[in-house]
Each structure stands twice: as C-alpha cells, then as structure tokens.
T-cell receptor
Framework: DGGITQSPKYLFRKEGQNVTLSCEQN?????MYWYRQDPGQGLRLIYY???????QKGDIAEGYSVSREKKESFPLTVTSAQKNPTAFYLCASSIRAFTDTQYFGPGTRLTVL | AQKITQTQPGMFVQEKEAVTLDCTYD???????LFWYKQPSSGEMIFLIYQGSYDQQNATEGRYSLNFQKARKSANLVISASQLGDSAMYFCATRAGNQFYFGTGTSLTVIP
C-alpha cells in the first residue's frame, strides 16, 4: 500500500538533547513537508522540500533542521535550540509543492521531560 | 493576516442527520484551492475533499460535499447521514501562492 510512515509514534526527549523524527513516503511524491500542531491550533509549517537535495524554511523553522537526500525520506531534527518542542509533528507529501493535495502521515508526539 | 477562519470550536449532531461545518477564507490570489481534512483522535490528518477556485460545481465525495460560495469567501463542509465514526476534528485549509494555511479546526461529536 502506498502511504506515508512516521516513526516513532511517541518520543520523549530530555532537555538539551537533539532528536530526529523519521518520515518516509512511497507515493513517488516530489514535495514533502513538516508541520507542528499545538493544542487548539492549526498546523504550522516548519520546513518543506520541493525536490531531492532542496529544502526551504517555513514559518517556524528556528530550532529545527531537515535533510532530503532521498526522494522517499525527509527526516526532521529537533535541536536543543528549540525552546518549546513539546508538540505533535505531522509529515506530509504532495506530487508537486503547493499545487496538489497534501497527504499526511500518522504523526509523532514529542514530549520534553 | 489570518487566511482561514473556523468559527465553530465544537459541534454536535445526531447520528444519521446532516451537519455543516463553517469555513471562511481570505486571499487575494485569483487561483487557490480549498481543502478539508479530518483528524480523528489517533492524530492522522485524512484528506476529505478539494475545491479549486475556478471549479464551477461544488465538489462532492461520497457523504461529503463542499458548499463553495466564492463571493462570500466561504467553503463550508456538509456531511450527510452522520455516522459515529465521523466524530473527529475537522480542519479547513487553503492553498494560496507558496503556502498552505490551516484553520484552528472544529470538533464534531456524533451522538447516537
């Protein structure tokens, strides 16, 4: 089945640690995205990638980093510079960036201890 | 500027009844798209329906239909014959320019 997978489902981080969230898609989509969702709020764009080896900052990129070495994979690293990282993180993909429907993975819930 | 407004934080509907979830948008881009997503308690955002700004007819997908009123900048989601499994958060989103904008969501509870 084609789709988007995210791992882990739950992640706990100690303060000062970097953690990496995985996102993989087998939909052959060129574009991939990372969003952050906080309670009672909509989604906010962290980073997006239109094509392999390219990525752009979204609205709230500070404290996060990404890479796009393979078309299928778009991992997100939450660095120690992100002061309030506890949130729900959603990865999405689309055929092309910002012109087609985005399809989402199941999400990763990150909690800072 | 806020691009998407969902004014109903919570809605209740009787099973088998129809329900309308409101969404208004704000964009000056002549070409844009409107989306509705469902987010059950598991967290995954599930794509429901899409309407393009130049589409003449309202989009429909099974029990979902989008009541698109361009002049009022309104894109309401209508769910017919509600089922218990429809209980979830519903998000309206718009694609305009190089960005997607999401509303704050409406929580729908279907009552047996």
């Amino acid at each position: 089945d084609g789709g988007i997978t995210q791992s882990p489902k739950y992640l706990f981080r100690k303060e000062g640690q970097n953690v990496t969230l995985s996102c993989e898609q087998n939909l052959n989509h060129d574009a991939m995205y990372w969003y952050r969702q906080d309670p009672g709020q909509g989604l906010r764009l962290i980073y997006y990638s239109q094509i392999v080896n390219d990525f752009q900052k979204g609205d709230i990129a500070e404290g996060y980093s990404v890479s796009r070495e393979k078309k299928e994979s778009f991992p997100l690293t939450v660095t120690s510079a992100q002061k309030n990282p506890t949130a729900f993180y959603l990865c999405a993909s689309s055929i092309r960036a910002f012109t087609d429907t985005q399809y989402f993975g199941p999400g990763t819930r990150l909690t800072v201890l | 500027a806020q691009k998407i407004t969902q004014t109903q934080p919570g809605m209740f509907v009787q099973e088998k009844e129809a329900v309308t979830l409101d969404c208004t948008y704000d964009t000056s881009d002549p070409s844009y798209g409107l989306f509705w997503y469902k987010q059950p308690s598991s967290g995954e955002m599930i794509f429901l329906i899409y309407q393009g700004s130049y589409d003449q007819q309202n989009a429909t997908e099974g029990r979902y239909s989008l009541n698109f009123q361009k002049a009022r900048k309104s894109a309401n989601l209508v769910i017919s014959a509600s089922q218990l499994g429809d209980s979830a958060m519903y998000f309206c989103a718009t694609r305009a320019g190089n960005q997607f904008y999401f509303g704050t969501g409406t929580s729908l509870t279907v009552i047996p």
